[in-house]
């Protein structure tokens, strides 16, 4: 395994087309776009990694998992009459499908269903309360005390997230909030600012490859079937319009995010976390994308077959 | 397993609410919609049945499973040029998307992609001498020469079919066919008319569940890799505008059809057919379904966990 | 009056920039793109030409404010439950639309809504027959019996016809038809053929300008009301998404056409005819509606003010 | 005249439906549904009127219309880079259109387009400073100085106006602000919140219906050719998706406000303001419209002929 991810490093450092780094939010356009890591971490609680994976980078959007899994473990079964779980075939900050379904996201992992997710999380609490429990179960899935939010980035985040406040407020135009949106919001940001290196990621998600049980810890962070359908969801939905051509070169369910990173999950064999901040035109880390793919095709891990 | 679907067929049996028979093409309104049938095929040959797995009903949209392959042996990966691999978030028959994208259809399941891929085969051909072709392929994958086309459910496709006329002349006016759009039309309605059984139709899904070979015959179908993202196209848009509540629920592969059909592949270890002509409100097999969700938590078969 | 309009077909033969003729039909394509010609046509008789006043050219969709006169008179405004009366905000040929109000057009004016004024006329009868009284009115309104189809015309559009037959098979999939697809595009590819020129054209608008009174036979056309009704219909989607523009730069009721000729009508004033075949890019009339800004400013027809 | 007005006022109070009050605003679900006033105001300076004439209401959309005047008072037909002048199609809160079309409104009288007509306005200053420019200006045009905003209404549009919010920062995402979007929200609440009667109205429009000039005051407030073109947006866009069937019933150009206020412009000869807070289903004033239907007949104003 070292050896795989060794060699994929390699072929990843000489690429010379990295993608663009994200630019809407300033402290994200100063991210160094050379480089890379890779951590594979396995349920017996070996982990293997590659090039910078020490680094923190700003998870974004792949903290949608874990705020999904939480919003779970409160509401079950009826979040779901809040957010749908079908793919969009629309971009992440789409409002268009918003309009023609009455304020109900199409799924958790666009960012309209990740900011509802927030609002079924915060329960009438504070922001802050609300982060520190976010906060609490990434540390605690990830097995590392020292995780933790980059103001900075947050902060950047609340000053350009217009189009961020625009999904909120149409959303909260049908009365489907049950907090205030700028409590929303806030929350929804800073989750989005929360700082983690591959080797975190990867332990984080490895409760998803281990039918719900996080091997490290032993302890049981959800039931089989749930993690599975967050498996689901995530192969479905987890890289926004560009979900099918996820499925269909690398055949894992994973969730990107705008700072370059992915998580993905070989079900019963692996969590994996890469990290590129370099993008493609549809927002996720090009060269996260094809380390995977080929990392799926060194192993045969696709759950399409060998 | 045996036993396993006897306790489905049974089950099912039971149930009260059995979904709706297509009602839009006549010669499908008048099948009994009582009847169920499930047939599961393992890669060592074992076949194993379950209710009415003899009886011929029509195929529909799982053909275009066959027809894609198809096209893909004669064009290769130059098919994406046409047409595209992302869940379309919109029903079978929308026209929206075609029009926002200047007539490329999202994948090959929805209806455009798939009248899409009748013009790739028909390659300047007679309709007549494709539609003798694509029956030879699914006798071939079947292992089955009894395999026919029933001409009274394609004239009453024909005559009822406003709506995919529509489509396909739409696309056509992008100047993006080949053949004339009649031609298009007759190849299309014709394969969707094909009348198989849950045994041949399983046998036809083998090649989806071994790596590419029919191990029924020995011969290799498609190269593991392109069995691979076949599988991944079946998830991501195999139940149109249901596939992210059919990966969710079943989290198999699969294919539907409005003739109440379903293929599902589990890679690795086996082919599957459901056949129960009740619809639900999005056109996908109600009982087969819910059937074929059984089957998968009997077996933990899911893609993505025990 | 005479001196007006030859300032401005003077002012037209200097411009540089005359736009460009329609290319998606052939026979369209190959007008030679300098031509103008303008009339303007009084309640008292008078007639006032300058430029090719006598050539004949397509008068494509103008078409249209004569089958929905006639359309009115078989169905009264019974009509309207079939046809909406608003802007669409969308191109001429859109379909997007249609899926989105389940077939039913916005305007008599964009193609899907006359397509469906094509079936309202046809109650039943052979196109053959529809088209004579179609021809029929013309004639009569026009006060000259030498109108014509121009078959070539006709030909060309029928073998370039996609988008409109998409459009058509769209609304008949919904049921809303009362006659074969064949027949009503027939009918509809063919009355947008008729010949005309500006002499003609602007004659046959008088009616609208005089309250439903031809004042040069001295016949009833319309009821006042329904005079005012369709000048009302001609302002608000006689130029496609270009409607608003139209309102704003000239101020006149008005229904343009692919073939480059407009028919305005200022009520009470005159009936007015410009053809150029060079188009804007939303698909009217760039020279044509540059000289109905200059003739209405000069003569302050404006129905918004001096 | 009087006695026209006196038999429509006769004619209303006999009307059973009335249509519904507002009711997403707090303030205006409050107000009594049964009133009804009509002034009709001459360019000669005659008012007449009928109804409760002295009676404040929120004038709402109507103010669009006097910001607008006031907005290419300052930038000209620069203006129109940042605004269309197209009908838009859809409702007057809808995001779809500014997705579609790059967060530039179709036109300055749906929401999203007099938004942006607020934040041109602004130009920097204290949206205090900016509503007093305002009011300043709806006094001068209906001179009457006692003309003011009703505060309690903007504070309940303020606190219920989340689908507002959404159109703005919609917008501000793609950096068409110039000013903060709370101050351009500000502005846009406390100037659709200006309280007048329809005697105020109908002055204020008389510029307007007067190619430009107030002839009560003597001032020129607009040149002729933008008092046309106002007066083509009004007839175009000025009630929503309804503005075709305002177009096709009344034939006059007009704009209407959810307070239950229509503004009415015959130009040359009358401006005309109603008030009946019932609305229909669109969100126009119910009887307001069929007040103006009745006058229009009664004194052949419509712009569309006799």
Redesign the interface.
Known sequence: MQQIIDDIAAQMASKTDKGKVASYIPQLAQVAPEQFAITVALPDGAIYSAGCAKTLFSIQSISKVFTLTLALGKLGERLWNRV???????PFN???????ENGKP??PFINAGAITVADIILQGHQPKETLAEILQFMRFVANDDTISIDEKVARSELETG??N??????M??FGHFENP?DSVLGTYFHHCSIAMNTIQLATAGLF??N?GVNPTTGYRVVS?KR???I???M???GHY?????F??RV?L?GKSGVGGGIMAVA??KASIAVWAPGLDPIGNSKLGTQALELLARKTGW?????
């Open positions: 749908g779980r079908e793919p969009s075939g629309d789409s409002i268009v499908q918003l309009e023609h199409r799924n217009d189009r406040a625009s999904l909120a407020h149409f909260a135009s949106v998803l490859a039918d089989p993690a599975k359908r498996n689901s969801l192969l479905m939905c319009d560009g979900s099918g051509e499925a269909f055949g369910p079900p019963g696709s759950v399409f077959g060998q």
